[in-house]
């Protein structure tokens, strides 16, 4: 078995035209549990938001899930504390760390490049500022979209990740 590998390894050209960068081989847990639960561990029960920093994140994902992100190699680590943290009470954590290529959009045009395929308001004059993400559709591709200081971060499947790409260098 060889070491992890980025599905975007070879586009690195690519995002450099878009003023991006590959995140690779985030940790991402999935979380299922009643809000009061949740918020018990001081996850946002507030919908679309963040709650943490880009060490370790907690995003609002539904009513009951939310996707804990952290960095590389921490995940059992974090299913760990998250099992004990969660002990006697209805819940599932699941490691998804697999499941998503992610990318940070830096560009000032960021906003425009996703809007050529995104329904969602992304105006920050609208509400979408640092804190807050969104699970939506770009270019049909389901995405998570999660807004930084200066960077939106895209988190799209690995069978997706080069049509992502594709599709935004086309808006170009």
């Given at each position: 078995m060889g070491e992890a590998?980025?599905?975007?390894?070879?586009r690195t050209d690519d995002l450099a035209?878009?003023?991006?960068?590959?995140v690779p081989l985030l940790t991402q847990v999935d979380v299922?549990?009643?809000?009061?639960?949740?918020?018990?561990?001081?996850?946002p029960i507030t919908p679309n938001t963040v709650a943490?920093?880009?060490t370790r994140g907690v995003l609002w994902l539904g009513p009951d899930e939310w996707l804990v992100v952290g960095l590389p190699g921490t995940a059992t680590a974090t299913m760990?504390?998250?099992?004990?943290?969660?002990?006697?009470?209805?819940?599932a954590v699941v490691d998804v760390s697999g499941n998503r290529?992610?990318?940070?959009l830096r560009g000032a045009d960021r906003f425009?490049?996703?809007?050529?395929?995104?329904?969602?308001?992304?105006?920050?004059?609208?509400?979408?500022v640092p804190g807050v993400c969104a699970q939506t559709m770009f270019a049909r591709a389901q995405v998570i979209l999660q807004e930084l200081e200066a960077a939106t971060r895209i988190?799209?499947?690995?069978?997706?990740?080069?049509?992502?790409?594709?599709?935004?260098?086309a808006s170009r």
């Open positions: 590998r980025s599905p975007l390894d070879a035209v878009l003023d991006a960068l590959e299922r549990c009643a809000p009061e639960h949740a918020q018990g561990l001081g996850f943490g920093d880009v760990d504390e998250l099992a004990r943290a969660l002990v006697g009470v209805h819940h290529a992610v990318l940070e425009e490049l996703l809007s050529s395929g995104c329904s969602i308001d992304l105006d920050p004059r609208g509400g979408w988190f799209v499947r690995p069978s997706f990740a080069h049509y992502l790409i594709d599709r935004l260098l």
